[in-house]
């Protein structure tokens, strides 16, 4: 996926709270496991890094590392508007 089709997803994610913009208290990175990337919904697989990001709320966000840093970057530009 190209990076503005991912940031206009994960944009789109936000806005609509579909996937929440809470400081995350606790972030792993790991090997993929295979579960779906929370922001551009491809499989995290065994290749690539998994960033695991614990909610305040107690939802857990599984997203690749661009994403995870898509997610952020997002969730700022959106704060500051
Ligand atoms: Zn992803």
Redesign the pocket.
């Known amino acids: 996926?190209e990076e503005l089709t991912?940031r206009l997803r994960v944009r789109r994610l936000v806005e609509s709270g579909e996937v929440p913009c809470e400081e995350s208290g606790k972030t792993w990175a790991g090997r993929g496991t295979g579960s779906h990337?929370a922001?551009?919904?491809?499989p995290?697989t065994p290749f690539e890094v998994e960033f695991e990001a614990e909610l305040p709320s107690g939802t857990t966000l599984r997203?690749?590392r661009?994403?995870h840093e898509v997610w952020r970057e997002e969730c700022q530009s959106l704060a500051l508007e």
């Open positions: 996926m991912l990337c922001a551009c919904g491809q995290i997203l690749h661009l994403c």
